[in-house]
C-alpha cells in the first residue's frame, strides 16, 4: 500500500504562486507514475498533470500547460506540483495520484492509490 498525504494549498491571489507537494509513504513510489487531480466544487474530479516513473514523461491538461510543472524527487519519496500564475478558475481542492504502472495518463482509472486532497483558492 501507498499513502499520500498532499500539502502546500492555501488561499492566494490570481497571479500568485504555490508549490504543492505530495509525500508518500508506506512503499517507495520510485517505480510508480505519479499525477495531479484536481476537484472544482460542483464538478467531477479532472486531470491535471502526470510525470513517470523516473520524470523523463511528463503530460499536462491543456489549461494548466505553461503555468504549472509536475516534478519529483524519488529521494525523498515526494512530487511537486508548481503552479505559477494562478487564476481563479484554478480554484480546487488538488489531488495526488499513484501508478503502479510507470507511465501513466490522465484517467482516474489508471492510479491505484489517492491522498485526500489538499485546498488551493485563488481570489481576483
Known amino acids: 500500500q501507498v499513502q499520500l498525504v498532499e500539502s502546500g494549498g492555501g488561499l492566494v491571489q490570481a497571479g500568485d504562486s504555490l508549490r504543492l507537494s505530495c509525500a508518500a509513504s508506506?512503499?517507495?513510489?520510485?517505480?510508480?507514475?505519479m499525477g495531479w487531480f484536481r476537484r472544482v466544487a460542483g464538478k467531477e474530479r479532472e486531470f491535471v498533470a502526470t510525470?513517470?516513473?523516473?520524470?523523463?514523461?511528463?503530460y499536462y491538461e491543456d489549461s494548466v500547460k505553461g503555468r504549472f510543472t509536475i516534478s519529483r524527487d524519488n529521494a525523498k519519496n515526494t512530487v511537486y506540483l508548481q503552479m505559477n500564475s494562478l487564476k481563479p478558475e484554478d480554484t480546487a481542492v488538488y489531488y495526488c495520484?499513484?501508478?503502479?504502472?510507470?507511465?501513466?495518463?490522465?484517467?482516474?482509472?489508471?492510479?491505484?492509490?489517492w491522498g485526500q486532497g489538499t485546498r488551493v483558492t485563488v481570489s481576483s
Open positions: 495520484a499513484a501508478s503502479s504502472a510507470g507511465v501513466s495518463g490522465s484517467k482516474e482509472a489508471g492510479y491505484n492509490f
Open positions: 508506506g512503499r517507495t513510489i520510485s517505480t510508480y507514475a
Open positions: 510525470i513517470s516513473w523516473a520524470g523523463g514523461y511528463t
